[in-house]
């Protein structure tokens, strides 16, 4: 039996402190992770721009403490201002720990950001195996959903040209009349409400008895 598995990709998560003293020391935290960090060469927002908004904060906690008159506000503001940046430069973590799915949950925690899996993205089982009679073969996938559909293709000169199959409400299916005897490459891609048309999954190689 041919079966591959598909790497998940881990999700960023900010999982900011409610209290300014606490947020102030996060974003210290993410600033001294980020450094001189080559995983990050090109920061965005820029380092320099979240350290501005980190010590404008400070400053503006400092007079709210004192309760000088707007410094409230002017403290909530500061710290609007911090968590936009925090948020871009979350998304900026998140491009590229997705260049590596393999390495994602490392290359987060490395910006000193908390890790969640992606709820909605489990590991995809693809597998062929051989079919009741000469010449066919058995295609199963893990399920995308109740209304999704696969689209399934064969090739039998190595990938160069591919053949399309009748495409399936489950998350399986049978092919017949292939060449026994040959390799032959399998492959799908899924079709989704939300999500549309997926690219299609690494193919598998298997002899065709």
Do not use: C
Not at 182 to 192: D, G, I, S, W
Request: charged share 15%.
């Amino acid at each position: 039996m041919s079966k591959t598995t598909t790497s998940v990709r881990s999700l960023a998560s900010l999982d900011l402190p409610k209290t300014v003293p606490a947020l102030l020391s996060f974003a210290d935290q993410v600033v001294k992770s980020v450094t001189n960090n080559p995983s990050f060469p090109t920061p965005s927002p820029t380092l320099a721009v979240i350290s501005q908004a980190i010590a404008d904060l400070r400053a503006a906690q400092a007079a709210a403490l004192l309760r000088a008159k707007g410094a409230v506000q002017a403290r909530n503001d500061k710290k609007t201002a911090l968590v936009k940046l925090l948020q871009l430069f979350k998304s900026y973590v998140q491009n590229i720990a997705d260049q590596d799915p393999d390495t994602s949950a490392t290359v987060i925690h490395g910006a000193g950001l908390a890790v969640k899996k992606a709820p909605s993205r489990k590991p995809h089982t693809f597998a062929v195996t051989e079919g009741a009679i000469s010449g066919s073969v058995k295609l199963s996938t893990v399920s995308a959903g109740s209304r999704a559909s696969y689209l399934w293709q064969y090739s039998t000169d190595g990938g160069k040209t591919w053949i399309d199959v009748p495409g399936t409400s489950k998350a399986k299916t049978i092919i017949v009349g292939l060449p026994a005897g040959t390799t032959v490459l399998f492959r799908y891609r899924t079709v989704t409400p939300k999500a549309g048309q997926s690219d299609f999954v690494p193919a598998l190689a298997f002899l065709v008895k």
